[in-house]
């Protein structure tokens, strides 16, 4: 089972003179948390370094922004994924101090300093999500779009011509039963296909 945040969570330690101000955050993917590292740059222009690691699915990766290499970004990897997190971008901003840690040091530094941002932080279960698109006739619609909200399901998309299409993220566990349930619904009538 893998877990997200539901907020950020922030820790700052000085370490010999350097400040280490870490950041665990929710992303939902790879670009918000390219998105989030440059707020982040905007917000440390002084900084020294802005070390990062992410874990989103797929889409993981991590940097050591100049540090020597496995110092920073991949002590940060190994404490997100010893919480079991997914969806998360775990970044530490460092201000030198004018003190050298070591590679040692700083592969120290740099774990106990997102291991304080996640201290007690709140975890909630990950929910993997899918896109759905159903495409059925006009008087098939409203049926369909209160179905949507009765389960709380959300509107993505939507696209008139011939027929209606409309799209909807969901959890992937539920997409089969979602199937079953619109098809049942518009009396066999709905169909589903990629969304353009």
């Known amino acids: 089972m893998t877990y997200t945040l539901p907020t950020t969570q922030i820790a700052e330690l000085e370490i010999r003179k350097s400040r280490f101000i870490a950041y665990a955050m929710p992303v939902d ?7 989030a590292l440059q707020r982040l740059r905007d917000e440390h222009p002084a900084a020294t370094h802005v070390c990062w690691a992410l874990l989103a699915g797929g889409q993981s990766g991590m940097s050591d922004d100049g540090e020597p290499s496995g110092t920073a970004g991949r002590p940060i990897l190994e404490v997100l994924r010893h919480h079991d997190l997914d969806g998360v971008l775990g970044a530490v901003v460092r201000y030198y101090g004018g003190v050298k840690l070591g590679a040692g040091g700083l592969v120290r530094a740099y774990t106990d300093a997102i291991a304080a941002a996640l201290i007690d932080a709140e975890r909630v279960e990950r929910i993997a999500l899918t896109r759905l ?3 059925m006739s006009y008087p098939d619609e409203a049926r369909v779009r209160r179905w949507i909200e009765q389960q709380g399901y959300e509107l ?3 696209a008139y011509g011939m027929t ?6 969901l959890p992937e566990t539920a997409a089969d039963a979602a199937r079953a ?5 518009t009396q066999g009538r709905a169909g589903f296909s990629d969304f353009d």
């Open 164 to 169: 209606v299409r409309l799209a909807i993220r």
């Open 133 to 135: 698109a159903i495409e």
């Open 156 to 158: 993505v998309d939507s």
């Open 29 to 35: 993917d790879r670009g918000a948390a390219m998105q």
């Open 181 to 185: 349930t619109l098809v049942d619904i």
